[in-house]
């Protein structure tokens, strides 16, 4: 029985000991740790917000545009190598064109020659005719124009004055005779017309 009472007066001693709920913590603590304010921590300065992501923004977009400039005066500068590369192309192809048109120009002599001999073979002179037909026509659809101007003004753009004519052969300064037809294409001389000129 005895130790069933001490047991009993140890618990109530401890219920005692214990602080109740509505207790003040504080009010145990010294009277200048209650009523010393907390030290204020220094605090940064607070960006605002958005700020570096509309930097960033503006960034992105002066290089977005600074790489659109350069993309299009490469595309201009490409587009310009084109127009030069095809320009110089067609030049060359053409000056290859009046290089071998020059090189047949003796061959429609050569014929034009046969054609004006008389011959008994006529069958021989119907085939030869022919090819120079066939010849003089692939040289019209080239653009190949014949200078032959008998009675013209005289051109030195156009003709070379290799002998001197006469009064009676024309007017004065005019051709009077077409020694060797030349030729042009378009508008540039591929050979010129060998001439007499009537002095002046």
């Given at each position: 029985m005895l130790?069933?009472?001490n047991r009993k007066n140890k618990k109530k001693s401890?219920?005692?000991a214990m602080p109740t709920e509505n207790q003040n913590p504080e009010e145990e603590l010294p009277l200048e740790e209650t009523q010393a304010p907390?030290?204020?921590e220094p605090q940064e300065p607070q960006e605002q917000p958005g700020e570096p992501e509309k930097d960033e923004l503006q960034q992105a977009k002066e290089q977005a545009e600074e790489y659109l400039n350069l993309a299009q005066r490469v595309q201009a500068d490409f587009e310009n190598y084109r127009r030069r590369?095809?320009?110089?192309?067609?030049e060359a192809y053409e000056d290859g064109a009046r290089e071998f048109i020059r090189q047949l120009l003796p061959v429609v002599d050569n014929l034009e020659r046969a054609i004006s001999q008389e011959s008994c073979d006529e069958s021989l002179m119907t085939g030869v005719r022919l090819v120079y037909k066939q010849l003089t026509e692939a040289l019209e659809k080239r653009g190949v124009t014949v200078i032959d101007r008998p009675g013209e003004k005289f051109d030195p753009n156009l003709e070379n004055a290799v002998m001197q004519g006469t009064a009676e052969e024309g007017e004065p300064g005019t051709v009077c005779a077409v020694l060797q037809k030349g030729y042009k294409m378009g508008d540039q001389v591929i050979r010129h017309a060998m001439v007499k000129v009537v002095a002046e």
């Open positions: 130790n069933k009472r401890r219920i005692k907390a030290a204020e590369t095809k320009a110089v192309r067609a």
